[in-house]
């Protein structure tokens, strides 16, 4: 699956029919008051996201005869589709950048939909950033303070220390556990930007 695959709402969607049988501009209603301020799509974009689903059979379509409107197609999730669902929405985000649009939404869902495996995809998200963190930090290491590449790594440095704290808040938020939080704290330093021109990534 390419990033921009990737980055197409279609497991939202079966999220959304999770919860039961929907029509399209039903469907995308729901979809932008629940998702609008995370992840947007126009109705043409639904329209064409569960024409794909459809042919994937991942959804079953159904037509409904109306007396004074015209048939409308109301959507259901095939069992395929529920375990598509279901496989997506415990698995971590690899890009960083994703996690403001693809983590939010499987976040979203897990809570939610009540389902298993909320925790666990918060320390899976954090086990990534963390080891970019620490990989990052070792490069760090072999340059020279005056080196610029000391100013690029810092900022990326101080993004992911910051996405892991707010990991560490949504595990508070949502109840689950940061089994990790208080012991990876103790072992890895913090990144500190004063300890002398260049060496923004020495240890405090």
């Known amino acids: 699956m390419t990033r921009r695959t990737a980055l197409t709402p279609r497991h939202a969607l079966l999220g959304l029919l999770m919860r039961g049988s929907m029509h399209g501009y039903e469907l995308h209603r729901q979809y932008e008051v629940e998702l609008g301020q995370?992840?947007?799509?126009?109705?043409?974009?639904?329209?064409?996201?569960?024409?794909?689903?459809e042919e994937a059979a991942l959804v079953e379509v159904r037509v409904e005869l109306q007396e004074t409107r015209p048939a409308r197609k109301i959507y259901s999730l095939t069992p395929a589709g529920r375990q598509a669902f279901k496989h997506w929405v415990r698995q971590p985000v690899a890009n960083t950048r994703d996690i403001r649009v693809l983590?939010?939404?499987?976040?979203?869902?897990?809570?939610?939909?009540?389902?298993?495996?909320?925790?666990?995809?918060i320390e899976a998200q954090k086990a990534i950033c963390r080891e970019r963190a620490d990989g990052i930090a070792r490069r760090a290491a072999e340059l020279s303070p005056?080196?610029?590449?000391?100013?690029?790594?810092?900022?990326?440095?101080?993004?992911l220390e910051a996405i892991i704290e707010w990991l560490d808040g949504c595990c508070l938020q949502t109840g689950t556990r940061s089994?990790?939080?208080?012991?990876?704290?103790?072992?890895?330093?913090?990144?500190?930007?004063?300890?002398?021109?260049?060496?923004?990534?020495?240890?405090?």
Do not use: M
């Open 146 to 159: 005056e080196d610029f590449e000391n100013l690029v790594l810092g900022f990326r440095h101080h993004q």
């Open 38 to 53: 995370v992840w947007r799509a126009g109705i043409s974009q639904v329209y064409g996201l569960l024409k794909e689903l």
């Open 179 to 204: 089994r990790k939080h208080d012991r990876r704290r103790a072992s890895h330093g913090s990144v500190c930007t004063n300890a002398g021109p260049g060496r923004y990534l020495a240890k405090c």
């Open 103 to 121: 983590f939010l939404a499987k976040l979203y869902f897990l809570r939610q939909l009540g389902l298993d495996g909320l925790g666990e995809l």
